[in-house]
């Protein structure tokens, strides 16, 4: 996406868009708007929506390092306790490992 030719309202109505359709469980759209608008947001000379984009890049990038770090515990805590957790592991385990490390 070209943002250079949007109008400053359009990037703000945009940047606006993806920050609240990450609360819809895609903390995705969060990575995706903070990397799209940080040029718009802290490299750009000041104009006056630029405040408000730079909020929600902010805040973007607060959500997604929010769900890595959830992403990345689960995972770790998973992986170290699935023996320990027997039949209720096997059964939320798209593929069941056998045996132990």
Known sequence: MDLSRAPNERKLYLC????????ALLPFLWSINTVWFF??????????EQKEIKKYVIFSLVGTLVWVVA?????????LKRTDWGEFADNISFIIPLGQA
């Open 71 to 79: 992403i990345i515990s689960w995972v770790v805590t998973f992986q």
């Open 16 to 23: 606006k868009w993806y920050f609240k359709a990450g609360f």
């Open 39 to 48: 040029n718009e947001a802290f490299r750009k000379p000041a104009y006056e």
